[in-house]
Every structure is written in C-alpha cells, then in structure tokens.
C-alpha cells in the first residue's frame, strides 16, 4: 500500500488561510469517508485534528477543516498563527491489506 | 485523561529483537472500546503504521513487518506490547504507541477511523 500523496512544504501569512492536500486513490480516499488528519510539532507527538473528513475531536479550534473531492482530500487551516507551524500528515482507511495509509506529510511554516 | 507510555531498551543489536511496552492509563484496555496501535517515524520522516492489537488479542500487522512482528496484550497489567525480531538499522526509528477509535465490530471487520490518543514516543537505534 503506498502513502497517500501530499506537498512537502506549504506556506502563509499570519491571518491568511492554506490548505494541504492528500491525494490517494479509490481504494482509500476515494472510496470511504474516512480521512483523519495529524498535527506534528518538531519533538512531539501527532495530535488528533480533524477525523470522518471533516469532524473534529473536541478541542480543536474551529480554525481547522477538511473537506474531500474523489481521491483527494484537504485540510485548510484558517485564520494562521504561528502555533499552527508543524508537521501535518493526512491517513486514509483503505480496502488493500492495511487497514489505513498515512500521507507522506507537509510542513507547514508561517512566514 | 487517559495517557500512554512507551517503555524499552533505547538501543538494541542488529538480529536482536526489539522489545516495547505501552501502559495505558485513564482507560481500560479490556473495555473493547479501542484498538491499540504502534507507529513509528523513521529519523526526518513521515509515519509508518505498525499494527494494531484488540483485547481479544486480535492483530491486524503491517504486510512489509509482518513476517518479524508480533503484537501481544496484557489485559491484567492494562498493557500491550511490540516485538520485532531480527532487527537492522533500518528499524532505528521513534515509535509511538496510540488508542485507535473505530466503527463496528472490534473481533470482526472493524472501520479505524482515528489514533486519537499518542503516546510520547520512545526512541530505539539499532547498532552495534
């Protein structure tokens, strides 16, 4: 099963909005409602951020969203602050021999 | 709240096994309500998803690690376990233990839709 794709490196102003996109196939994204994505802050751990592609777990800021068109998926981050500079990474339940994908990961910097 | 902790060796042989624990506390791993996951992040890298372990004891195991995996739970000590024989350095890496939310059936077919819960991560380096 291979990773499901995303850029390596988005980037923003302070107040602006991003999105990062996770780009996988039918047999994940495209054929389930299933994506979560993953916030990573150098030396931590991944925190739960958005999951069913486009729910929050409770205490997330509203400023995260997802959103999926085919095989592709999205996280935009709004109203970006410098706390939102990390690592994100984008999973999938898939129908092949794992049960689920991680992307490939995107670091996100705020100019 | 419920918090993970990895524990092991942090540095381990080349062929040796890998040994790691993960002590769940602030839930009940017995509870059926979650899987239970390792993940691991090669140094720089993104995540690779290890294998997940049920109460029951069932396993769910990455294809490319499956052949040397093995993924055990402690349902008295409210612990699950990884070990990884033969290792090299290709296994040196963080490895993360994480509570797994899913839809349906725990024993059959289960829909993982979220590692919602992280441990800290344990660093393991393999070398000589």
């Known amino acids: 099963q291979s990773a499901l794709t995303q850029p390596a490196s988005v980037s923003g102003s302070p107040g602006q909005s991003i999105t990062i996109s996770c780009t996988g196939t039918?047999?994940?994204?495209?054929?389930?409602?299933?994506v979560s994505w993953y916030q990573q802050h150098p030396g931590k751990a991944p925190k739960f951020l958005i999951y069913?592609?486009?729910y929050r777990p409770s205490g997330v800021s509203n400023r995260f969203s997802g959103s999926k068109s085919g095989n592709t998926a999205s996280l935009t981050i709004s109203g970006l602050q410098a706390e939102d500079e990390a690592d994100y990474y984008c999973?999938?339940?898939?129908?092949?021999?794992?049960?689920?994908?991680f992307g490939t990961g995107t670091k996100v910097t705020v100019l | 709240q419920v918090q993970l902790q990895e524990s092991g060796p942090g540095l381990v042989k080349p062929t040796q096994t890998l040994s790691l624990t993960c002590t769940v506390s602030?839930?009940?791993?017995?509870?059926?309500?979650?899987?239970w996951s390792w993940i691991r992040q090669h140094p720089g890298k993104g995540l690779e998803w290890i294998g997940n372990?049920?109460?029951?004891?069932?396993?769910y195991y990455n294809p490319s690690l499956k052949s040397r995996l093995t993924i055990s739970v402690d349902t008295s000590k409210n612990q699950f376990s990884l070990r990884l024989s033969s290792v090299t350095a290709a296994d040196t890496a963080l490895y993360y233990c994480?509570?797994?939310?899913?839809?349906?059936?725990?024993?059959?077919?289960?829909?993982?839709?979220?590692?919602?819960?992280w441990g800290q991560g344990t660093t393991v380096t393999v070398s000589s």
């Open positions: 994480a509570r797994v939310a899913f839809y349906g059936s725990g024993n059959y077919s289960p829909i993982p839709y979220g590692l919602d819960v």
């Open positions: 602030g839930d009940s791993i017995s509870s059926g309500g979650y899987y």
């Open positions: 372990i049920y109460y029951s004891g069932k396993t």
């Open positions: 039918s047999s994940d994204i495209g054929g389930y409602n299933y």
């Open positions: 069913d592609v486009s």
């Open positions: 999973s999938s339940y898939t129908s092949t021999s794992t049960p689920y994908v």
